[in-house]
């Protein structure tokens, strides 16, 4: 069984700040890369940043400047650094990593649950 977890989101005022972590759980034999994805009231659901696990990052242009991703091999968690949000940050966002499975062949895509940010304005 794989699990990932989200956690760090809530309510902030526009301006400030926010980090969400995403813990990968379970049977897992290495994990390739792990990134967030938003998606808004009638909005589609689109990339905000991904990481590899070589620390090859990319970011949409709309958060660029504004949120760092990271992540800690050891501990199978990825992190949101968000500041400077913006009441176009309001969304649901999700932690989603390429996970091998032990004794599985092959990398499976696997998501969190999804944790709410709300800014405020």
């Known amino acids: 069984q794989v699990q990932l977890v989200e956690s760090g989101g809530g309510l902030v005022q526009a301006g400030g700040s926010l980090r969400l972590s995403c813990a990968a759980s379970?049977?897992?034999?290495?994990?390739?890369?792990m990134g967030w994805y938003r998606q808004a009231p009638g909005k589609q659901r689109e990339l905000v940043a991904s990481i590899t696990r070589d620390d090859l990052t990319e970011y949409a242009d709309s958060v660029k400047g504004r949120f760092t991703i990271s992540r800690d091999n050891a501990k199978n968690t990825v992190y949101l650094q968000m500041n400077s949000l913006k009441s176009e940050d309001t969304a649901v966002y999700y932690c989603?990593?390429?996970?091998?499975?032990?004794?599985?062949?092959?990398?499976?895509?696997?998501w969190g649950q999804g944790t709410q940010v709300t800014v405020s304005t």
């Open positions: 989603n990593a390429a996970i091998r499975r032990a004794q599985v062949l092959g990398t499976s895509w696997y």
């Open positions: 379970g049977s897992i034999f290495s994990i390739n890369a």
